[in-house]
């Protein structure tokens, strides 16, 4: 089993920035890649940004420009560093990991989501 634990949600005014944490625990031989997605009140789900291990990421067209991914294999953690928030980026952001436990076998698991609210 493996549990993905996010931090640094909260309230920012518009232009104000964030930085989120997911860190995951439990039965990992590797982490191929890492995502965040994040679902604003009557919308669906919606990917943000991805990482794959070796740091080659890719991003969602609201997102670019404006937020940056990053990761640290040492410690199975990723990061989404957010700037110029608008309050259209007011949403639960969730942490997402496609995990290789050490029975090869690949798994997909979700955090238990975060609250970014941007308003003045």
């Known amino acids: 089993q493996v549990q993905l634990v996010e931090s640094g949600g909260g309230l920012v005014q518009p232009g104000g920035s964030l930085r989120l944490s997911c860190a995951a625990s439990g039965n990992i031989f590797s982490i191929p890649t890492m995502a965040w997605y994040r679902q604003a009140p009557g919308k669906q789900r919606e990917l943000v940004t991805t990482?794959?291990?070796?740091?080659?990421?890719n991003y969602a067209d609201s997102a670019k420009g404006r937020f940056t991914i990053s990761r640290d294999n040492a410690k199975n953690t990723v990061y989404l560093q957010m700037n110029s928030l608008k309050a259209e980026d007011t949403a639960v952001y969730y942490c997402?990991?496609?995990?290789?436990?050490?029975?090869?076998?690949?798994?997909?698991?979700w955090g238990q989501g975060t609250q970014v609210t941007v308003s003045s």
């Open positions: 990482i794959t291990s070796d740091g080659v990421s």
């Open positions: 997402n990991a496609v995990v290789r436990t050490n029975t090869g076998r690949l798994f997909n698991y």
